[in-house]
């Protein structure tokens, strides 16, 4: 997970790409930015979960019950818990990602290797994807933030447009 954590916008530049977006455009970028990331992490998070499915269910002589879903889907093999926040609500429509798609409609046998190790080679590819796309999306929001930055040491007062008048 450390190769995706994110580092803090120690040295905001001004961008170039961004120069032409007013104060509120700037922050709505960022926030559109944000959504989607949010929605990117959502998926990574299924694809995960779907992995982990499928490794407990290999492993399994028997069907998974309630209390082994709880373990497998509630444990990070480290002692935490996966209990991130989420801003994703069920009836949001999220991106579709027509490979996910399939796969969460596929039945697969974890007790055949061959559909076992097809499964698990597209939900791997498919969370490479996801990766790659979500290290984007951070690299674009730490250019808008550090836009912000710039902006906001050039003209503090701008900064409190955020705050809603009375």
């Known amino acids: 997970m450390s190769a995706t954590r994110r580092r803090p916008v120690t040295e905001a ?11 509120e455009g700037l922050r709505a970028y960022r926030h559109r930015l944000e959504a989607e990331e949010d929605r990117v992490s959502y998926w990574r998070r299924l694809v995960h979960a ?9 492993a399994a002589d028997h069907p998974l019950s309630f209390d082994d879903l709880v373990r497998v889907l509630g444990d ?9 926040l989420v801003s994703i609500r ?3 429509p999220l991106p579709e990602l027509p490979e996910l798609s ?23 590819d498919a969370e ?5 796309y979500r290290r984007a999306l951070h ?8 836009e912000l ?5 050039d003209n503090p007062a701008a900064a409190l447009s955020v705050i809603p008048a009375e």
């Open 50 to 58: 779907r992995l982990d499915l499928l490794a407990a269910g290999s």
């Open 128 to 132: 490479r994807q996801l990766t790659a």
């Open 13 to 23: 530049m001004p961008s170039a790409e961004l120069a032409g977006l007013d104060l």
């Open 90 to 92: 069920a009836a949001d």
């Open 139 to 146: 690299e674009r929001i730490d250019e808008a933030t550090g």
């Open 102 to 124: 399939e796969m969460w409609g596929t039945e697969v046998d974890p007790h055949d290797p061959d559909e076992m190790a097809e499964a698990v080679e597209r939900l791997t």
């Open 149 to 153: 930055i710039v902006r906001y040491r």
């Open 76 to 84: 990070t093999g480290t002692g935490g818990s996966r209990r991130a």
